[in-house]
C-alpha cells in the first residue's frame, strides 16, 4: 500500500510496483484515510509519506504499530537528512526510502520489506546520523554492548544494518534461514533493542559499519585473501 499526499506519486508507485508479477498495491491513500485503509486491506508492506499536511506519516506509524501484525512500513522521504527519520526509525518502521528512488530498484526493495529486511542504506544512514547531535566517533556505550555479541553475530548484525533479510544474509555467509534467524533473535536480545532497525543503528553508531567499510578496502587490494574463514 501506498500512502502519499500527492496523487501523482501514489499512482506513479502503483503502476512501477503493479509492473511486477510478484507485488499487488492493495491500495492507495492520503494520511487522512491511511490508518483505516491499512486495517481493512491489511497490506504487507506500507510505503508512507514522513511529511503530509492533513496527519503526519508518525501518527500514521504509531496507529499502524498498535495493530495486532502491523505491516511492514518504510517511510518515504525526499531527501536522506530528513529529522523525522531517526524518530521513525525508533517508533517501528523497517527503513525509508527516497522518492527518487530509480523505478527499477523499487520492486527489489519492497520485495526486500516483504522478507523482513531492512530498507536503509549504510550511506545514507550515516548522513542521517550525521545531521544530529550525538553523532560522530563511536559511542562507548554502543561499543560495549556490540563486544558482547560472538564474532558470527557481529557479521549477521553487519548484514542487517546492510539491509539484508534472514535469506540473503545466510546466502552471503553460507547459513540457513533458520539458523540466521536464530542469530537475529539473540543479537536483538543482547543488543537490548526490539527491531532490526534499531539494531542496524546502534551498529552504525559502535562503528561496525567502519569497520566493515575499511575491511572491504583492504580486501580489494589483497583480491587472493581467503575472506570465507
Do not use: W
Request: aromatic share 2%; net charge negative.
Amino acid at each position: 500500500m501506498v500512502v502519499d499526499d500527492e496523487a501523482l506519486v501514489r499512482s506513479g508507485f502503483q503502476m512501477i510496483l503493479n509492473a511486477s508479477e510478484d507485488i499487488e498495491v492493495v491500495a492507495t491513500a492520503e494520511g487522512a484515510r491511511a490508518a483505516d485503509v491499512i486495517r481493512r486491506e491489511l497490506p504487507d508492506v506500507v510505503l508512507l509519506d514522513i511529511r503530509m499536511p492533513d496527519v503526519d506519516g508518525l501518527t500514521v506509524l504509531r496507529r499502524v504499530q498498535e495493530l495486532p501484525e502491523p505491516p511492514y512500513v518504510a517511510m518515504l522521504t525526499t531527501f536522506d537528512t530528513d529529522e523525522y527519520i531517526l524518530t521513525a526509525l525508533r517508533s517501528g518502521a523497517s527503513g525509508f526510502l527516497l522518492k527518487d528512488t530509480e523505478p527499477e530498484q523499487l520492486a527489489q526493495l519492497v520485495r526486500t520489506l516483504a522478507a523482513g529486511g531492512v530498507v536503509m542504506s549504510p550511506k545514507a544512514s550515516r548522513a542521517l546520523l550525521r545531521s544530529h547531535p550525538g553523532a560522530g566517533a563511536p559511542r562507548d556505550a554502543d561499543v560495549a554492548r556490540v563486544s558482547m555479541l560472538s564474532d558470527r553475530e557481529r557479521d549477521v548484525l553487519t548484514l542487517i544494518a546492510e539491509g539484508l533479510s534472514n535469506a540473503d544474509i545466510g546466502t552471503r555467509i553460507h547459513l540457513s534461514q533458520g539458523t540466521v534467524k536464530d542469530h537475529v533473535s539473540s543479537i536483538l536480545t543482547k543488543l537490548r533493542v526490539t527491531s532490526r532497525v534499531q539494531a542496524a543503528l546502534l551498529a552504525e553508531r559502535a562503528g561496525l559499519l567502519t569497520r566493515a567499510d575499511e575491511a572491504t578496502r583492504t580486501d580489494d587490494h589483497h583480491p587472493t585473501r581467503d575472506v570465507g574463514r
